[in-house]
């Protein structure tokens, strides 16, 4: 059963225009929550995260969005370029719960088109 | 720092055959995670450790799998016997903390091929 879901095995964006990658959870525990960044033959490199205390939080080009009530958080990238090309994975955990594990969803594979 | 070393990375294997994965995870990091990685499951963690002992191994599929830590800075992950399902690419982790907050580093990934 996954408790952290990304719907959409790809995505393709022009560059320049936003990307939006999406990811829902099931477990009203997790209280934070990560993306990670995986280039081909590389391992997941992190990107950003968000409490549950928040519902956004931005760093440069990436925000991420957060909506507890549809146990939903998306991942914006504007603008979009082509070094973004890459597996993309939503992660999270319940960090109050003392098992100290993430929970990682299937990936959703990000193109730019130049 | 290195970051996180795994070897080999590449692993191609026959059917029942015993196969050895290995980790040596960031310098003063105190867990470190196995993951194994398959399109349709996404990134499972298999096994966590602290300080050298299993916390937990609850991920951990089957008995063929077996993980240890004799050291800080090395740890194996093994299968035995193989099988053509436990092909995927695994991933060692580690992180200074376990806080559920802790950036967790990955290395490289191995990836397994059992014929």
């Known amino acids: 059963d996954q408790q952290v879901k990304q719907n959409s095995p790809s995505l393709s964006v022009q560059e320049g225009r936003i990307s939006i990658l999406n990811c829902d959870y099931t477990?009203?525990?997790?209280?934070?929550f990560l993306w990670y960044k995986k280039y081909p033959a590389e391992g997941p490199t992190f990107l950003i995260s968000?409490?549950?205390?928040?519902d956004k939080n931005e760093d440069g080009r990436f925000t991420v969005f957060l909506n507890k009530s549809a146990k939903h958080l998306s991942l914006h990238i504007v603008p979009s370029q082509p070094g973004d090309s890459a597996v993309y994975f939503c992660?999270?955990?319940?960090?109050?719960?003392?098992?100290?594990?993430?929970?990682f969803g299937t990936g959703t594979r990000l193109k730019v088109l130049a | 720092d290195a970051g996180v070393i795994q070897s080999p990375r590449h692993e191609v294997t026959e059917m029942g055959q015993e196969v050895t994965l290995r980790c040596k995870p960031i310098s003063g990091h105190d867990y470190l995670f196995w993951y194994r990685q398959t399109m349709m499951r996404g990134l499972e963690l298999l096994i966590y450790?602290?300080?050298?002992?299993?916390?937990?191994d609850s991920g951990m599929p089957e008995d063929r799998f077996s993980a240890k830590m004799p050291n800080a800075s090395f740890s194996t992950l093994k299968i035995q016997p193989s099988e053509p399902r436990d092909s995927a690419v695994y991933f060692c982790?580690?992180?200074?903390?376990?806080?559920?907050?802790?950036?967790?580093?990955f290395g490289p990934g191995t990836r397994l091929t059992v014929l």
């Open positions: 968000i409490s549950s205390i928040k």
């Open positions: 982790a580690s992180s200074l903390l376990a806080s559920g907050t802790d950036t967790q580093y």
């Open positions: 450790f602290n300080n050298n002992v299993p916390i937990d």
């Open positions: 477990n009203s525990m997790f209280d934070y």
């Open positions: 992660a999270a955990s319940a960090s109050t719960s003392g098992t100290y594990k993430y929970i």
